[in-house]
């Protein structure tokens, strides 16, 4: 904050000194510019580094503080039936713990299993680890059980597209984080809005970064409170990852979100249906019909294995891909890591936005004509969408599975793993090469995560 203060004074004396036509001062006529662009922008563009420079271990720039504080009662314009933003006081010790697998022997987790009750919940074990090299077992009855970490299977339930060709689903997982509010000023300067695939735990460290995400128009979507490979996790753990974020989401904002996507993309029929029967339609990204994953790297460039160039030219392919294909596609990129957050502002985004014919940047809703309302169960209008009737996160929870109306049975999990999962769709496989990403990202990221975390406790 006190940067920012520093920066808006010395831009009003720069530019008093401009209208006069006097010298531009120490850094110069462009610096000056400059300078002024980054106050009505909200980010300085000269801070993004060139692309050969964006490695592990840059030094780290200026973060932005939320740009506004938007008080309990406001309600965001982009749809109009939204509800009031509620009073929300952070109280850690209401939440799980931050960045660890909540327990499922709470009334709460309790509570969130019986929305399972009715529903086909695919009899799948978990998997080893979510990669195919860590389970061969899981990987061989891939395609059964729609697993879509080995070989790209879906189902016609999962969101993975945007049916318009060159348009480009923006998603931004793993936030909000401390440079959050950079990508948000850049995308408000240049009118894009995106997906957010929310953390829990970093909702709870920034809830006042998730409003600004929902306050400027973008739409929020459930990740996990601690990011594991869903496929890996037992149902009682996945609906506790689940059920938590979205109530932590709720009380923020005020609305419960109809979507998530699971970390990695770790999904299979187990993961889908329990998502599903909480109200929540999965959205994957993209993969081409050449087996490219839609993925931008962008994470491996702050994990320190890539650098900037090489994720462009990653990029490079995925735009390419994409102006040969007959649909739209949804791209994979962070806003937890500085370096991830100056790769999309300062490369691909303007590289989309550039390209001819431009890619159109939209929200992954937006994309697929799901009206904004859809994307929430308070004000979701559309009785057969797949979330409409689902618990709200502010229905009352029931004490140790006790509560009006319910009974306290174990969920009864059925095996239809012999009709192609929860909703009998058939599956596609992609043709994903050996070798694809996925098998040997989780631990990669894994580590990511931890060291930003980690960096994070040291940042503010
Ligand atoms: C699509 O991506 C693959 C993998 O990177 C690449 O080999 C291929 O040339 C790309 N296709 C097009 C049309 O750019
Ligand atoms: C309601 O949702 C369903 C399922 O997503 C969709 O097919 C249908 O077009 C939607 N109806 C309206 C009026 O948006
Ligand atoms: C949420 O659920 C509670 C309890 O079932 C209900 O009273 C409330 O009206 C619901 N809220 C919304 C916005 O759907
Ligand atoms: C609910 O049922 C389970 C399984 O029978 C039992 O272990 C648990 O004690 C019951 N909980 C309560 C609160 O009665
Ligand atoms: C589930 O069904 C499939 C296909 O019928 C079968 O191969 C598999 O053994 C079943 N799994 C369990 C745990 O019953
Ligand atoms: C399951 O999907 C596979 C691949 O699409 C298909 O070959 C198979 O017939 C399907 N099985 C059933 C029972 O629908």
Same mark, same amino acid.
């Given at each position: 904050?006190?940067?920012?203060?520093?920066?808006?004074?010395?831009?009003? /004396?720069?530019? @008093?000194?401009?209208?006069?036509?006097?010298?531009? $001062?120490?850094?110069?006529?462009?610096?000056?510019?400059?300078?002024?662009?980054?106050?009505?922008? $909200?980010?300085?563009?000269?801070?993004?580094?060139?692309?050969?420079? /964006?490695?592990?271990?840059?030094?780290? &720039?200026?973060?932005?503080?939320?740009?506004?504080?938007?008080?309990?009662?406001?309600?965001?314009?982009? %749809?109009?039936?939204?509800?009031? /933003?509620?009073?929300?006081?952070?109280?850690?010790?209401?939440?799980?713990?931050?960045?660890?697998?909540?327990?499922?022997?709470?009334? #709460?987790?309790?509570?969130?299993?019986?929305?399972?009750?009715?529903?086909?919940?695919? !009899?799948?074990?978990?998997?080893?680890?979510?990669?195919?090299?860590?389970?061969?077992?899981?990987?061989?009855? +891939?395609?059964?059980? &729609?697993?879509?970490?080995?070989? &790209?299977?879906?189902?016609?339930?999962?969101?993975?597209?945007?049916?318009?060709?060159?348009?480009?689903?923006?998603?931004?997982?793993?936030?909000? @984080?401390?440079?959050?509010?950079?990508?948000?000023?850049?995308?408000?300067?240049?009118?894009?809005?995106?997906?957010? %695939? *929310?953390?829990?735990?970093?909702?709870?460290?920034?809830?006042?970064?998730?409003?600004?995400?929902?306050?400027?128009?973008?739409?929020?979507?459930?990740?996990?409170?601690?990011?594991?490979?869903?496929?890996?996790?037992?149902?009682?753990?996945?609906?506790?990852?689940?059920?938590?974020?979205?109530?932590?989401? #709720?009380?923020?904002?005020?609305?419960?979100?109809?979507?998530?996507?699971?970390?990695?993309?770790?999904?299979?029929?187990?993961?889908?249906?329990?998502?599903?029967?909480?109200?929540?339609?999965?959205?994957?990204?993209?993969?081409?019909?050449?087996?490219?994953?839609? !993925?931008?790297?962008?994470?491996?460039?702050?994990?320190?294995?890539?650098?900037?160039?090489?994720?462009?030219?990653?990029?490079?392919?995925?735009?390419?891909?994409?102006?040969?294909?007959?649909?739209?596609?949804?791209?994979?990129?962070?806003?937890?890591?500085?370096?991830?957050?100056?790769?999309?502002?300062?490369?691909?985004?303007?590289?989309?936005?550039?390209?001819?014919?431009?890619?159109?940047?939209?929200?992954?809703?937006?994309?697929?004509?799901?009206?904004?309302?859809?994307?929430?169960?308070?004000?979701?209008?559309? =009785?057969?969408?797949?979330?409409?009737?689902?618990?709200?996160?502010?229905?009352?929870?029931? =004490?140790?599975?006790?509560?009006?109306?319910?009974?306290?049975?174990?969920?009864?999990?059925?095996?239809?793993?012999?009709?192609?999962?929860?909703?009998?769709?058939?599956?596609?496989?992609?043709?994903?090469?050996?070798? !694809?990403?996925?098998?040997?990202?989780?631990? *990669?990221?894994?580590?990511?995560? +931890?060291?930003?975390?980690? @960096?994070?406790?040291?940042?503010?």
């Amino acid at each position: 904050m006190m940067k920012l203060q520093a920066l808006t004074v010395f831009v009003v /004396i720069a530019h @008093a000194h401009a209208l006069k036509g006097e010298h531009a $001062g120490p850094f110069g006529k462009h610096a000056n510019i400059a300078r002024q662009q980054s106050a009505a922008l $909200g980010y300085d563009p000269n801070s993004i580094p060139p692309l050969t420079a /964006i490695t592990s271990g840059m030094a780290t &720039g200026t973060t932005y503080a939320p740009t506004a504080t938007f008080s309990p009662g406001s309600k965001p314009t982009a %749809f109009s039936n939204a509800p009031q /933003i509620p009073t929300f006081t952070v109280n850690p010790t209401d939440w799980p713990a931050m960045d660890k697998p909540p327990p499922t022997d709470t009334p #709460q987790v309790q509570a969130w299993m019986l929305e399972l009750e009715g529903h086909n919940i695919p !009899d799948i074990p978990p998997t080893v680890d979510g990669t195919c090299g860590g389970d061969p077992t899981a990987a061989a009855a +891939a395609e059964q059980n &729609g697993w879509w970490t080995c070989g &790209g299977w879906t189902r016609d339930t999962d969101i993975i597209d945007c049916p318009d060709k060159m348009t480009w689903g923006v998603s931004f997982d793993d936030g909000p @984080a401390p440079y959050t509010q950079k990508l948000l000023n850049y995308m408000n300067s240049k009118d894009i809005t995106a997906t957010f %695939f *929310v953390v829990g735990s970093r909702a709870l460290q920034y809830p006042d970064l998730l409003i600004e995400e929902y306050m400027a128009g973008h739409e929020i979507s459930v990740h996990t409170w601690a990011h594991p490979p869903l496929t890996s996790r037992s149902t009682a753990q996945i609906v506790a990852e689940l059920g938590w974020t979205r109530l932590i989401i #709720q009380k923020i904002l005020g609305i419960t979100p109809t979507t998530m996507r699971s970390p990695y993309g770790d999904l299979d029929d187990r993961v889908r249906a329990i998502a599903l029967a909480m109200g929540m339609i999965p959205i994957q990204w993209t993969r081409a019909p050449s087996g490219l994953t839609f !993925d931008t790297n962008d994470w491996r460039v702050a994990g320190g294995t890539v650098i900037g160039t090489d994720q462009m030219a990653i990029f490079d392919s995925i735009l390419s891909n994409a102006t040969v294909m007959d649909n739209g596609f949804i791209v994979l990129q962070h806003d937890l890591f500085e370096i991830t957050v100056d790769l999309a502002i300062g490369y691909t985004l303007p590289a989309a936005t550039n390209h001819q014919p431009p890619f159109q940047l939209q929200r992954i809703g937006q994309c697929n004509n799901i009206p904004m309302s859809n994307m929430y169960v308070e004000t979701n209008t559309n =009785t057969t969408f797949p979330g409409a009737g689902a618990t709200n996160a502010t229905s009352p929870l029931p =004490t140790a599975g006790h509560g009006p109306g319910l009974s306290n049975t174990t969920v009864s999990i059925t095996n239809t793993s012999s009709a192609n999962g929860s909703s009998g769709a058939t599956a596609t496989n992609e043709n994903v090469p050996t070798g !694809d990403a996925t098998t040997f990202s989780l631990p *990669v990221l894994g580590a990511v995560v +931890a060291a930003g975390f980690a @960096a994070f406790a040291t940042m503010f």
